[in-house]
């Protein structure tokens, strides 16, 4: 009977430890940048309106960056990126209306991440 409740305690334990590691784990640039491909079309082309993978990816990525750390990494990576894939500046900036997502910095170029958050 010990056995088994040590058995049952170290599945508990383990349970507990990937929980705390998997929420502590936060978005990577390249995570979230991948995460945001179903955005491309509308913020590099005439596009009119994002789709709902684009706004589910931006929920997502949002939901993703939990910490201000995450979130002021993010907008360096997102700065740093779009030029990169030619995003329009004005497009991003509509992109969290659009998909009503509270996003916790502007969507701008011009923004000071590390003064922003």
Request: contains cysteine; hydrophobic residues 40%.
């Given at each position: 009977?010990?056995?088994?409740?040590?058995?049952?305690?170290?599945?508990?334990?383990?349970?507990?430890?990937?929980?705390?590691?998997?929420?502590?784990?936060?978005?990577?640039?390249?995570?979230?940048?991948?995460?945001?491909?179903?955005?491309?079309?509308?913020?590099?082309?005439?596009?009119?309106?994002?789709?709902?993978?684009?706004?589910?990816?931006?929920?997502?990525?949002?939901?993703?960056?939990?910490?201000?750390?995450?979130?002021?990494?993010?907008?360096?990576?997102?700065?740093?990126?779009?030029?990169?894939?030619?995003?329009?500046?004005?497009?991003?900036?509509?992109?969290?209306?659009?998909?009503?997502?509270?996003?916790?910095?502007?969507?701008?170029p011009s923004v000071d991440c590390q003064h922003m958050l």
């Amino acid at each position: 009977m010990e056995k088994k409740l040590n058995g049952v305690f170290w599945c508990v334990g383990v349970l507990g430890l990937v929980t705390v590691v998997l929420t502590v784990h936060a978005i990577t640039c390249e995570e979230a940048v991948q995460t945001l491909m179903p955005c491309k079309a509308y913020l590099t082309t005439p596009a009119p309106s994002p789709t709902l993978a684009c706004c589910q990816a931006v929920a997502s990525v949002n939901a993703s960056a939990s910490t201000t750390q995450s979130r002021r990494d993010l907008c360096e990576c997102f700065k740093k990126k779009a030029p990169v894939y030619g995003v329009d500046p004005e497009k991003a900036k509509q992109l969290p209306g659009l998909c009503a997502v509270q996003v916790p910095f502007p969507c701008d170029p011009s923004v000071d991440c590390q003064h922003m958050l």
